[in-house]
């Protein structure tokens, strides 16, 4: 396969759930969350999901949106990749049509922090900015901080972000882009220490 060609989008992450019933937060997410359109794999220390990149950010928000509705304060990091070189064709399900599976809207406030690298991008800070006034724009910018920008506000509109920026930060010439994000969610610490 040609380097590029690919529209497959990947998601590595994990949940850490702040409670001793640790297991069975990671597991509901897992288990209740449709993952019917995407491929996915758990191991001892994350998962991956793998598809087109409106199922895979789908099934990203339904699975923190699953974790974070047990009330209890559960962190999420976790990498969002595209394009190639590092990519293969396979583990992809891209005959999946376009109807996203889970459609619940239950509102959750979600604090985060995410990292744009636009690979082999020589204007990547230009990219990194616009991004940022994205965010901005949207009203879901929180603050500036070395290393990342930090983003906050309902999941939903902190997702469509997220997938809004996944979307604009590559392009034809540059494909492969790499989005770090991590979310904290029911933290006591939101709206100040
Ligand atoms: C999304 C996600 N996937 C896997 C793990 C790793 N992990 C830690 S505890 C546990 C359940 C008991 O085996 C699993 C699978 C994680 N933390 N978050």
Not at 53 to 65: E, G, I, P, R, S
Not at 69 to 88: N, Q, R
Not at 93 to 101: E, Q, R
Not at 170 to 191: A, C, D, Q
Request: proline share 3%; with cysteine.
């Amino acid at each position: 396969m040609q380097c590029g060609l690919s529209p497959i989008v990947g998601f590595r992450f994990s949940l850490h759930p702040m409670t001793n019933d640790f297991i069975s937060v990671i597991k509901g997410a897992l288990q209740e969350t449709d993952t019917s359109n995407v491929w996915m794999h758990t191991d001892d220390v994350s998962t991956v999901i793998r598809g087109k990149q409106v199922h895979v950010f789908n099934v990203a928000k339904a699975l923190t949106l699953h974790a974070a509705k047990t009330g209890e304060h559960v962190a999420l990091s976790g990498t969002f990749s595209a394009g190639c070189p590092g990519d293969t064709s396979g583990d992809a399900y891209l005959d999946k049509g376009d109807n996203v599976a889970n459609t619940d809207t239950t509102k959750q406030y979600v604090s985060s922090q995410f990292a744009l690298y636009p690979m082999n991008n020589p204007n990547y800070m230009d990219v990194i900015y616009r991004e940022v006034e994205r965010a901005k724009e949207l009203g879901v910018f929180n603050e500036s901080m070395h290393y990342a920008s930090g983003i906050h506000g309902d999941i939903h509109d902190v997702f469509a972000f997220y997938e809004e920026t996944f979307t604009h930060a590559r392009s034809e010439e540059h494909k492969h882009l790499v989005m770090t994000v991590s979310m904290s969610i029911n933290s006591p610490s939101h709206g100040g220490l």
